[in-house]
Structure formats: C-alpha cells, structure tokens
C-alpha cells in the first residue's frame, strides 16, 4: 500500500483505518450475495442447502484471521437487517453464525500448525480425488439451482460420497492433515452452530432434524469440496492484515476505486430495501457482480505504479491517453442508451416504472461525466493522473447501470 509514485496524491493514514475499510467492503459485498442468490430468510440462519457465503468467509477467515470475524459480524448483520427479522433471532443467529466462524478460525489455525509440518505445494495438483471435489461442488451447486426445493436423501447423497472419497484417499496416503480438516473444520463448527441455533431460536421439534441436518451437510458439502482445496492449495503462509499502528501512504485512485465500489454495493442493497431489486430476483446478481468486478479490479491493481519507467516528461500524455481512450469507449455506451431508451418505450408504453426512469437518467449521467476532456495544464501530473481514475469509475458505472437497465427492461416488460 506504501508509494512514493510522482503521479500520484499520497495519502498518509494508519493500518487500523486501512483494516477496517477491508473489512468493512468485504462485509458489504459478501452480504449481498446471499440476498440476490436465495429466496428465502432461512439464508440468515446458513441452513439453506446452498450457503455459498460459508466458502467466501472461510476465505476471510484464512487471509485476516480474527479481523475475518467483523466480516462475519458485518455480513450477518446486513443480511439479517435487510431480510427485516426481529431483533432477537438478528440477535440470537448473529451470535451463533459469529461463534461457527470463531470455530472455524480455532479448527483452521490448529490444523494450520499440523499441516506446518508438511511441504506447502506450490502448484495446484489435479489428482483424481482434487478432480472429484471440483466436479462434486459443480454439481452441487447446479442441482440447488435447478432444484426448486431440496431434499435431505440429496444432502445425504452427497455428503456421503464425499465422506467415503475422503476417508478412503486419507487411509491410502495416510493423511493426517485431511482427517483433521473434515472433522475439525468442515463438520465440528457447522454441527455446533445448528444445534445451537435450533435450541435458542426455538426451533419446532418436528423440524429440529431436519434444520440442523440442513444446515450441517451443506456446510460439509461445500467446506470439504471448494473449502478443502482452498485450505490446501490457497492458505496464506502470513496474514494479510496491516499492523494497527503502522503507518501507510494510500494513492489517491486506490481511495477513489475504494468509495466507488462501497457507493455501488450500496447503492444495490438500497434498491433491494425498496423493494425495486427483490431479493429473490437472481437476474440482478449479474449486474451487480460485473459493477464489483470491474471495479475490485481496478481497486486491486491501483496499488502498482504502471509509470515507474515512463520518463518524467511523458507522464502528462500517457495519462492524457488513457483518458481520451476512456472517452472514446464511452460514446458507444451512450449510442446503446439512446437506443434503449425507446425501446422501453415501445415495450411497456406509457406505463415504465419510475426507477426505471431513474437508472436511466443515472446512467446517462455516468455516461457524460466520462466524456469530455477538461483542460489541465501539463504540468499537472497528479491532476490528470486523478481525473484519469474519476472518468474511468463514472465509465466503469455506466456500463453496470446499463446492464442493470436491461434486465429490469427485460423483468417489468415480461409482467
């Protein structure tokens, strides 16, 4: 995070500032993706058969260690507000949910020690029984999406299979590591929390089995599979949190990508609270994910200094040429709105909604604040270098609400 780039505006803070705002995007992004993906307020409590979040927050838990928990905290709570749940099961599920990922944390950390012993691999090996994982989390994953309502003979189907893989390639290789993994970390936390969670959230007896064998399995599934081979192939050797009172000088644009992709995702979860993105509505998942990973990206590689070999006066026109090749791009956006436009009006006549009116209006906004090249004088490097990653976010944001136009477009025109 440290610079000393000439093109570029530093600015000085800490690492507690800088863990905090990591944290705090993770939780924002992580929460929204159970809300767009599933269709009920059983994903707060993770006992939805396919809790893909699980594997995002054991990622967390593996780079960030204990500061993964306020990402936990983060996206419970999100998720819980916006689902509207009462205060105590927000409360209750929120602990419980808290505690699973503090066990996991424990479980990951002690097998970590164990598997120190043994030769970390620096290439992904593509072994018959990796390859069975990866095929087994596919499928997976496509039969809760194709499945309108799952059954636990499938749980225990897969599950099962899994199970018997595991113990079989662990007794042949004698392996410990990969028994520890699937009782300490991929079973313990996730039995743990749902006998928990069914108890103080008062669980109905006759549904008590099924919501902790729901919730149990599925974990498994997905910890064992995706969650075992990034904890075999992934795992950091090193946190990546910065120590708290360090100090550290943040570029500008990596600050700018920051807030444009916090504004994005809130901007999201807004239009769900208003009930204009229903949550239930995967279609929205699209959009929303091509607005993060456009911006994530550009957030990402904003940390490297791409001008270290340009010569001093040269600077000005290479950033004055990314700007311009941002202006040029965006014409075409503007060309496909004008055409949307009419469009819409052709499909739902008279009768389009609002919001719909609303992204269109931003997105033309977005759109021309891309287009146009304000005059700076040439020896203003860090100006045009910072209107450089302004023009490239108001782009990055019009082709996110373009896409979003479509498929609300595509939603209201079919009712």
């Known amino acids: 995070m440290n610079t000393t780039a000439t093109d570029s505006y530093p600015i000085k803070t800490t ?23 599933n269709s009920n307020t059983a994903i707060f409590y993770t006992s939805q058969p396919l809790y893909i979040t699980i594997i995002i927050l054991f990622f967390v838990l593996m780079y960030y260690k204990f500061w993964g928990l306020m990402v936990g905290a983060g996206t419970f709570i999100i998720c819980g507000t916006m689902l509207d749940l009462p205060n105590k099961i927000l409360l209750i599920n929120s602990t419980i949910n808290i505690i699973q990922l503090l ?3 424990i479980a990951y950390l002690f097998a970590s020690k164990i598997r120190a012993k043994h030769k970390h691999p620096a290439t992904f090996s593509l072994s018959i029984y990796n390859f069975f994982l990866f095929i087994s989390f596919i499928l997976y994953i496509i039969y809760n999406i194709w499945a309108k309502n799952t059954t636990n003979t499938v ?11 595991t113990l079989i390639k662990s007794l042949v290789e004698k392996d410990i590591d990969r028994v520890y993994f699937t009782i300490l970390i991929a079973t313990l936390p996730s039995l743990i929390a749902s006998i928990s969670s069914a108890i103080w959230s008062g669980v109905p007896n006759d549904l008590m089995f ?44 990596s600050i700018l990508y920051y807030i444009a992709t916090i504004i994005w995702n809130l901007f ?18 699209f959009p929303w994910a091509l ?3 456009f911006l994530i990206s550009n957030l990402y590689f904003s940390r490297y200094n791409d001008t270290e070999k340009i010569k001093k006066d040269e600077l ?27 469009l819409s009006v052709q499909l739902m006549g008279k009768q389009i909604p609002t919001v719909l009116v609303v992204i269109f209006i931003a997105n033309i906004f977005c759109a021309c604040l891309s287009v146009g090249l304000i005059w700076t004088p040439q020896h203003k490097i860090k100006f045009i270098s910072t209107l450089k990653t302004i023009k490239t976010i108001f782009y990055l944001y019009s082709i996110a609400l373009l896409l979003l136009s479509v498929m609300m477009i595509m939603f209201y025109g079919i009712q």
Not at 268 to 285: A, C, E, G, R, T
């Open 316 to 342: 000005f026109k290479w950033h004055e040429g990314r700007v311009i090749t941002v202006e040029k791009n965006t014409s075409g956006i503007i060309a496909i709105i004008s055409f949307l436009l009419p």
């Open 268 to 285: 999201i979860l807004y239009m769900m609270y208003l009930k204009v993105l229903p949550s239930s509505q995967s279609i929205y998942f």
């Open 103 to 105: 066990l996991l944390l």
């Open 291 to 293: 607005g993060n990973i």
């Open 210 to 253: 099924d919501y902790i064998i729901t919730w149990t399995l599925s974990n498994y599934i997905l910890l064992q599979t995706c969650g075992y081979l990034a904890y075999k192939y992934c795992a950091p050797k090193r946190s990546f949190t910065f120590s708290n009172l360090s100090e550290l000088y943040i570029q500008s644009s």
């Open 155 to 165: 749980l225990y189907g897969f599950a099962g299979i899994i199970c018997c893989a």
């Open 15 to 37: 690492g507690v500032c800088v863990n905090v705002s990591i944290m705090l995007l993770i939780s924002v992004v992580t929460s929204i993706i159970p809300l767009l993906l």
